[in-house]
């Protein structure tokens, strides 16, 4: 398949097509897994971001007596607290400092405003760049000075006397956030390629291993026409020869006579060898209705015998048959395609029988099936060959077969009847001792076993 241009253009297209496909579903695949994760970490974020603000609102709740005033009670719940007009920064970067109590150093901040929107205090790490202006928002997202992304939320705080006191935000830095979905899309940009790759590679062997039965059903299609067209040509060039050659000469009654008797033999042949054909194409396609009858092997095998009889006269070898039951043997099926069958394995064990052989049809039945053999005394099959002789246009000895009238049709018709009617057609033989075509079909009685015999 490899040094066939159109199939590794094929191959080819189909690799680049499946890789294509599959870059384009993992892409969106990938993209889809990104937006869920950041998604699912973003809903996370703003819970635990809801939950630190409503425990630090309630707690505060309960310590406000005055709006505005700020309790020294505070600064034990908020450790970090820094009220704006004093100056914060050793506290703010104390290493010792506890951040809002249970929250990571470094993320949260919070800070409170009076009801006149004035920033009171801060607490936590501060980001310094952060607008101070109260926005009343209940969720906001923003970038300080350097490029760093907050997310904060904005609560109404009351006092113990639920008089209005001001408001309440509670932040925290997204740095961790971003640095983890870098990660995420930094696997994900790196697995495309790697993945594309393995598809690619993956597609190529795939498409491979789909084309295979294609090929090499475009083998037996190209061997196929090939040989056709050798066996035409060779009895078309034959009477082409004949014609030519007669129209040099005067011929006389006789001359003309056997001219005509020889184009009629290549034209017999010619008709014999396209009939073949057109049957086979016709069994491949399933054009040809298998009628069932009830079919006499005792009469079929005479039948047989008694018509080939002459053939096997003609070439010194003696055609005898053999019945090893004594009752008769009915099987259902098409009797004309049986027929035809036999006949092909009969013709083709004269045609490799040398002179002075024998040729024994064998008639024989066991509890359920009913056998045919037919065993002759000829030049037998070498192993390597056995696999092929039932192929279309198969000759181990191609130039005896061919002097004989043989096209290589005749067993791959009686296989493709044997398949037609679901039965086994098997071959024993060694070279030098002959060979024993075996056709093995169900007894009328038993055509339930019929598929446990396709081989």
Not at 431 to 453: M, V
Request: proline share 3%.
């Amino acid at each position: 398949m490899r040094q066939n241009k159109l199939f590794n253009k094929t191959r080819v297209s189909l690799s680049l097509w499946y890789a294509g496909v599959m870059g384009l579903i993992l892409s969106l695949l990938g993209m889809g897994v990104y937006k869920a994760i950041s998604h699912a970490h973003w809903v996370a974020l703003d819970n635990e971001l809801e939950s630190v603000a409503g425990t630090l609102h309630d707690s505060l709740e309960l310590k406000l007596k005055q709006p505005g005033q700020i309790e020294p009670i505070i600064k034990k719940l908020l450790p970090n607290l820094c009220l704006v007009e004093t100056s914060c920064i050793s506290e703010r970067f104390n290493s010792q400092r506890h951040i809002l109590s249970a929250i990571d150093r470094g993320n949260y901040y919070a800070r409170l405003y009076d009801m006149s929107g004035r920033l009171i205090a801060i607490a936590g790490d501060y980001p310094e760049g952060l607008p101070q202006a109260l926005n009343k928002k209940p969720w906001q997202t923003f970038k300080d000075g350097t490029g760093n992304i907050y997310h904060q939320i904005s609560l109404s705080l009351h006092t113990q006397t639920r008089e209005d006191w001001g408001y309440f935000q509670v932040g925290r830095s997204l740095a961790d956030f971003e640095d983890y979905l870098g990660r995420v899309k930094l696997v994900l940009l790196l697995g495309l390629p790697i993945s594309l790759i393995l598809v690619a590679v993956a597609s190529w062997w795939l498409a491979g291993l789909a084309m295979q039965p294609i090929y090499r059903s475009y083998q037996q299609i190209e061997q196929f026409t090939a040989d056709a067209a050798h066996e035409l040509r060779t009895p078309l060039a034959a009477t082409q020869a004949t014609v030519e050659s007669s129209l040099l000469v005067d011929l006389d009654k006789q001359e003309t006579k056997d001219i005509l008797t020889t184009i009629k033999q290549e034209n017999k042949r010619l008709i014999q060898l396209v009939a073949d054909l057109l049957w086979l194409a016709r069994m491949d396609r399933k054009a040809i209705p298998l009628r069932q009858q009830l079919c006499c092997l005792n009469d079929l095998v005479d039948d047989l015998v008694e018509e080939l009889e002459p053939l096997a006269i003609a070439n010194q070898i003696t055609l005898t048959s053999e019945f090893r039951v004594k009752k008769s043997i009915n099987v259902s099926g098409d009797c004309d395609q049986l027929y035809r069958l036999v006949y092909n394995l009969i013709v083709n064990a004269i045609q490799y029988t040398p002179s002075e052989g024998r040729v024994t049809v064998i008639l024989e039945r066991d509890a359920s099936h009913a056998l045919i053999q037919v065993k002759d005394t000829g030049i037998g099959i070498a192993p390597e060959h056995q696999k092929k002789i039932f192929d279309r246009f198969y000759r181990i000895q191609d130039d005896r077969s061919r002097s004989t009238g043989g096209s290589g049709l005749g067993l791959a018709i009686a296989q493709s009847i044997a398949r037609s009617h679901s039965c086994k057609l098997s071959v024993r033989s060694e070279l030098g001792q002959g060979s024993t075509f075996i056709f093995q079909l169900p007894l009328a009685s038993n055509l339930r076993d019929t598929k446990s015999l396709i081989p």
